[in-house]
């Protein structure tokens, strides 16, 4: 195993190489075979601070990858993520202008397409046999690819023609000797590939150059994050002309493995829907699995105006999370309202009966609290 280290300011970044992990899609329901003890990474990164306010910076780091699985991976069953959509122009196949082509599919993978719009006559056509690998010296994947061949130039309304479909591993289409354009899809990985049919046919192994990506969080350390209020967003690196990032994937859940192409990603983790987010640029590997799990300084908090300590909560109160300098973190009405909080000093106010009740509140990272608001102490 190699270790790299970079040191730039209070960043650090350390990256840790070993065994080949396979990310391979199978139909058993859990949807994925990987080989523990791939691809580790460690990211230090800013958990968002409420403006004005003090909530304390997050961490993204790896946990260490346990000496038997280096040692000996063996395959661990895990819950693939969902398939990334199919391409819809031709810039997402070949990072040209686009052209838009027909996006509907059969149903049934087609045992003969022709390469033209004349009557098929099966004694022309000739076989295209598909495989697809991760890396070029990597294993064939025997499941959970989806193969699209297309037309090889637009129609009168600039689109390409979807000919034939077929998901699982290798597999073969009956096709008339010709140009096709090939994508082969695994999970949110992809490539195209244009391929020239003679009458003899042709075999073509696609190496589709990507890697798995498996993230989770703790809190406070070392606290596992299993919460339903835990996402993951990834994203691509560069910026678009309107200085935003194109999503890859959205609303991931803990432990999850995306299928990606090799390459750097930005990581969005959001535990709850206020504050509490945590980013990381995380690298995948051709053919190995990076676990990434990123370290957020938050906590619930359950706010309650209340007459005396420990007292029933009122009913019909309507309030206002701030940060110290007065900004607004989160506002909301009810008697038992729970938000997810980054970790630091708030300032509540609550509303009830045309009187206005405050105080100022902690919140420490995983630690889940209630905070009492008393009706004894009111601003006019």
């Known amino acids: 195993m190699r270790e790299h280290v970079l040191q730039a300011g209070p960043r650090r970044l350390s990256v840790r190489s070993s065994g080949l992990?396979?990310?391979?899609?199978?139909?058993?329901?859990?949807?994925?075979?990987?080989?523990?003890?791939?691809?580790?990474h460690r990211h230090g990164a800013r958990q968002?601070?409420?403006?004005?306010?003090?909530?304390?910076?997050?961490?993204?780091?790896?946990?260490?990858?346990?000496?038997?699985?280096?040692t000996a991976p063996q395959p661990t069953r895990l819950a693939l993520d969902d398939t990334a959509a199919a391409p819809t122009t031709l810039d997402d196949l070949f990072s040209t202008p686009a052209v838009r082509f027909s996006n509907e599919a059969p149903t049934e993978p087609l045992p003969y397409a022709p390469s033209?719009?004349?009557?098929?006559?099966?004694?022309?056509?000739?076989?295209?046999?598909?495989?697809?690998?991760?890396?070029?010296?990597?294993?064939?994947?025997?499941?959970?690819?989806?193969?699209?061949v297309y037309s090889d130039a637009v129609d009168t309304s600039g689109r390409l023609e979807l000919l034939a479909t077929a998901t699982g591993g290798a597999t073969q289409f009956a096709l008339d000797p010709g140009t096709y354009l090939v994508h082969a899809a695994y999970g949110h990985a992809g490539t195209t590939r244009r391929i020239t049919i003679s009458k003899m046919?042709?075999?073509?192994?696609?190496?589709?150059?990507?890697?798995g990506l498996k993230l989770n969080a703790v809190v406070a350390k070392t606290i596992p994050l299993v919460s339903d209020d835990l996402r993951f967003d990834i994203?691509?690196?560069?910026?678009?002309?309107?200085?935003?990032?194109?999503?890859v994937a959205r609303d991931i859940r803990p432990a999850s493995i995306l299928r990606l192409n090799v390459g750097t990603y930005h990581v969005v983790s959001r535990y709850g829907d206020v504050n509490?987010?945590?980013?990381?640029?995380?690298?995948?590997?051709p053919g190995k699995l990076t676990e990434a799990?990123?370290?957020?300084?938050?906590?619930?908090?359950?706010?309650?105006?209340?007459?005396?300590t420990g007292g029933e909560?009122?009913?019909?109160?309507?309030?206002?999370?701030?940060?110290?300098?007065?900004?607004?973190?989160?506002?909301?009405?009810?008697?038992f309202p729970s938000y997810v909080l980054a970790a630091g000093t708030y300032t509540v106010i609550a509303r009830n009966m045309d009187k206005i009740y405050t105080r100022e509140f902690e919140v420490d990272s995983g630690r889940d609290s209630e905070v009492e608001v008393k009706t004894t102490v009111a601003t006019n």
């Not at 509490?276 to 590997?285: F, M, N, Q």
């Open 21 to 40: 992990a396979c990310v391979d899609g199978t139909h058993d329901g859990h949807d994925g075979a990987v080989a523990r003890g791939g691809h580790r």
């Open 48 to 70: 968002r601070r409420a403006q004005g306010g003090g909530p304390a910076p997050a961490q993204a780091a790896i946990a260490k990858t346990p000496d038997a699985a280096r």
């Open 116 to 148: 033209g719009s004349d009557a098929p006559d099966e004694s022309t056509h000739a076989p295209l046999y598909l495989s697809a690998r991760l890396m070029p010296d990597g294993p064939k994947i025997d499941s959970g690819v989806i193969w699209r």
């Open 201 to 211: 046919g042709h075999a073509e192994s696609v190496v589709l150059n990507a890697g």
């Open 235 to 247: 994203y691509e690196m560069d910026f678009d002309e309107r200085g935003e990032r194109r999503v």
């Open 276 to 285: 509490a987010t945590v980013r990381a640029d995380i690298r995948v590997e």
């Open 293 to 308: 799990t990123i370290y957020h300084n938050a906590a619930r908090v359950t706010l309650k105006l209340v007459n005396e």
């Open 313 to 335: 909560a009122l009913a019909n109160t309507t309030w206002s999370v701030l940060t110290p300098g007065g900004d607004a973190v989160v506002d909301g009405t009810g008697a």
